[in-house]
């Protein structure tokens, strides 16, 4: 029964745990919220009287994924998207921990509001929300915010979401402060200079349409001046999203430096291009924009070898207003909690990853970044996980979806594999109709 806790059986699966590089057919056994045990023969040698057994024909087993960069209008925007309507499709998307971003209304710059946003997910949310907390208060990029208060609060990281810290003396102070605190600093890498009133890559696609483009050096220079800061503070820090070939390599320079530097690549830059825009299609206008497919293939790239760490949806949605709109004037952003895995699957489908892979940068790598206690099967952990069909075919029809709004990138598209059941501290959330 759905929300029930009681033992359950995954028998006859696949079982994949990226915290351990272990990819076997075995059982999982869940009691009590905890995982209990993932080997092979649980079934053989008997498990708890009431037990839910659950025959997952080959399917796959794996941690619950942890979304570490997703927008949720609550408070303030709520006609966006809530914590209750962001956890259902994260929930059927695989996705068991949501960590929200603080640019709400009022921006999460201040325990109390914290305190809110954990209140809040605990009543109406079905998966785990995490918040991050504004690097600088008000999100202006001028006066940090109360880091030590604001991590004892609850803030699993520290971000001005959207916007970039353009000041180098205050981004130089926050990294201080944060290290004295061992807390994460997630930098989104935009000059806003730079990107002007540029909307798309910047290229001859850009000149062809007729549009503003926005160079890749927006990105690397903030990039750039960022390890050069942190090589001064050795903070914690963590890119939010890179989207080129000319910041991986800026990255791997500051890895083989030995700075403690690690970052993500949404869905959207590692399965689209900026091809894909096609005839000025605002869905596909998202912040950073999409790049070549030089680029994109260079990300995969830099997952495969461990370069990048993160995988994650870059959540954003916009409701038609802002996106019905001329391109130029329309908002940038995709909805993604739901599509995230079941996107990333295509590059597992076509030999650029590995599931191995794939599933480390979106469960087990995550959280240790944050320092959750879920991405793993271990023996103990909280039972987060997730059972999919990862060869199923099916066409997504976006007025299924369970975001508020509807603007995916993936609309009408033809995906291969899909999340069939989440369990979030032992408890079903979703199950796909049969």
Known sequence: MLGERRPLLLANARIVDPSRDL???????????????????????????????VDCDGRLVAPGLIDMRAFI????????????????????????????????????????????????????AIVHVQPMAALTK????????????LKAAGAVAFTDGAKSVVNAQVMRRALTYAGDFDALVVHHTEDPDLIGDGVMNE?????????????????????????????????????????????LAVLRRAKEAGLAVTASASINHLTLNEIDIGA???????SPPLRAE?????????????????????????????????????????????????????????????LLTLLKAMSSRPAELLGLQGGTLRAGAPADVIVADIDVPWVLDPDT????????????????????RTIVAGRTVYQDAP
């Open 280 to 286: 000025y299609r605002t869905f596909f206008k998202v």
């Open 294 to 354: 030089s680029d994109r293939a260079a990300l995969i790239e830099a997952l495969r070898e461990g370069l990048l760490d993160v995988v994650m949806s870059d959540h954003n949605p916009q409701d038609v207003e802002t996106k019905r709109l001329p391109f130029a004037e329309a908002a940038p952003g995709a909805i993604g909690l739901e599509t995230m895995f079941v996107a990333a699957l295509r590059l597992v489908h076509n030999g650029d990853l590995t």
């Open 401 to 420: 979806l369970k975001s508020k709004c509807k603007n995916t990138p993936f609309d009408e598209a033809r995906l291969q594999g899909r999340v069939v």
């Open 138 to 149: 008000g999100l202006q990029g001028a006066e940090l915010a109360e880091i030590g208060l």
């Open 73 to 124: 209008g609550e408070p303030g925007a709520e006609y966006r998207e809530t914590l209750a309507s962001a956890s259902e499709a994260a929930a059927a998307g695989g996705v068991t921990t949501i960590v929200c971003q603080p640019d709400t209304d009022p921006v999460i710059d201040d325990p109390a509001i914290v305190d809110f946003v954990m209140r809040r997910a605990r009543d109406t």
């Open 203 to 247: 290229g001859e696609l850009a000149a062809r349409l007729g549009l503003f483009g926005i160079p890749k050096a927006a990105e690397t220079i903030m990039l750039e001046r960022d390890m050069r800061l942190v090589a001064l503070g050795r903070a914690r820090y963590h890119a939010a999203s890179i989207t080129c070939a000319e910041s």
């Open 23 to 53: 990819d076997f057919a075995g059982d999982l056994l869940i009691a009590e919220g905890v995982i209990r045990d993932a080997k092979r023969g649980i079934h053989a040698a008997g498990v708890p009287e009431g037990t839910e057994i």
